[in-house]
């Protein structure tokens, strides 16, 4: 058997490396627990738990409105095994709130708790002289939401462009705090203030501010908004002064409406929207006048149609059309000539009705007195028709070929017997 040799054993240097760290252990070990039993520490910055025992405030409807921050430096002694691994995590510090009885601004004295068992009746824990108390004020914690009012007394729009309207995002803040501050705010308001002419909508990020019911600005400490900061979109037109037209409907190919005298109370209207609308158009329409519910001597009002996006400066939402009718009678006929077109190419359509009575025509009086029963003319058009075999009563159109200054009221039909070819 080959002989264990020491002196081989004492020249390895990883058996003295590891010979060395076992006699340092030793020597620790001996150190703390019979040379340095009460050691004595420093642990800095500890946090203030203002949570921590919060129900002796919370049950009397009371909360911290004041968020306060504080942190402390404890003093540790005691068994240096567990001292060196010590930290802020191993302990508590809370004020206490036996003294809390209701609301308003009190001074709290600390205490600090072993929150680590491992350190419970090895160490003792005591806050250092300085910070032993802290300042909280208590109060009922209210809520309450508010619709954010942009202010646009600091805007300065282009000549040719107005406003149309403003809006932010939010549109609406909830703040937070006591009940005596938050019962002083009144409004929310965002103050929207622009040094350059605007002549575009725009984007801007506009602060908050608090007021009160008569306007004036609140600087409360304890109180505070969800979004200080809002979003706020301003929507800027283009004003553009078009003017007003009329579209007639049911109007007699035979008949010229630029013989109409007529007038509107109003011919142009000044309006604004958005630019690449506003430069698209060239006139307005005040909505569609049918010619066969004419009436001499009577005025009537139409609607303003404006297009979608398009808004009033004037606030103008109807204008009377008139008619010149001083040269204007009335006078009925009764009409024998009734003639078809567009008839489809399979079907016949004759017109069993022979007369139609008491046409009413309108016209000058001198065209009137002139015109005979024979140069008037009722036109069915196959092309506005329900073809369908058998006998259908249709409407005509009441034409006067040799005189455009003449039309008919009213509405008229005749009974049509339609065959198959």
Not at 30 to 45: F, I, K, R
Not at 93 to 111: E, F
Not at 257 to 276: A, C, D, F, I, W
Request: with cysteine; glycine share 4%.
């Amino acid at each position: 058997m080959k002989k264990f040799k020491w002196e081989k054993l004492w020249g390895d240097r990883r058996f003295l490396l590891l010979l060395s760290l076992f006699i340092a252990i030793l020597l620790w070990t001996y150190v703390t627990m019979v040379v340095m039993p009460n050691t004595d520490t420093t642990l800095s910055d500890v946090p203030v738990d203002f949570t921590y025992d919060s129900a002796k405030y919370t049950t009397l409807g009371l909360d911290i409105v004041n968020e306060p921050s504080y942190t402390v430096d404890l003093s540790l002694s005691g068994d240096g095994s567990v001292l060196g691994s010590a930290s802020a995590a191993d302990f508590v510090v809370y004020p206490d709130y036996s003294s809390v009885k209701g609301a308003g601004s009190q001074t709290l004295n600390l205490n600090v708790k072993i929150v680590n068992p491992d350190l419970e009746n090895r160490v003792t824990a005591t806050i250092e002289r300085g910070r032993r108390t802290v300042d909280v004020v208590f109060d009922t914690v209210l809520t309450k939401t508010l619709p954010v009012t942009v202010e646009t007394g600091g805007l300065h729009i282009a000549e040719g462009y107005s406003l149309n309207r403003v809006s932010s995002s939010p549109s609406e803040i909830t703040v937070t705090g006591p009940s005596s501050e938050v019962s002083q705010v009144d409004s929310i308001v965002a103050p929207l203030s622009m040094e350059t002419e605007l002549s575009e909508s725009q984007l801007v990020q506009v602060s908050l501010e608090m007021r009160d019911a008569s306007g004036n600005t609140l600087d409360l400490p304890y109180t505070t908004m969800e979004d200080d900061i809002v979003d706020v979109t301003v929507s800027v037109y283009k004003q553009v002064e078009l003017p007003l037209v009329v579209n007639f409907i049911n109007v007699p190919s035979s008949f010229d409406v630029n013989t109409l005298q007529y007038s509107l109370s109003q011919e142009s209207l000044m309006v604004s929207g958005p630019e690449r609308v506003v430069n698209n158009l060239t006139e307005l329409s005040v909505g569609s006048f049918d010619l066969s519910t004419f009436s001499l001597d009577k005025d009537y009002q139409m609607n303003v149609e404006l297009p979608e996006g398009i808004v009033s400066d004037e606030n103008i939402r109807s204008v009377t059309l008139s008619f010149d009718t001083t040269d204007m009678t009335e006078r009925s006929f009764n009409v024998s000539q009734i003639s078809v077109i567009n008839v489809p190419a399979n079907y016949q359509i004759v017109p069993t009705t022979k007369r139609i009575n008491n046409v009413v025509l309108v016209g000058p009086q001198e065209d009137l007195e002139q015109l005979s029963a024979g140069s008037i003319e009722a036109r069915i058009n196959a092309e506005d028709l329900q073809v369908a075999v058998g006998t259908q009563t249709v409407a005509v159109q009441i034409l006067v070929p040799s005189n455009p200054r003449v039309f008919a009221i009213g509405t008229y039909t005749v009974q049509c017997n339609i065959t198959s070819r």
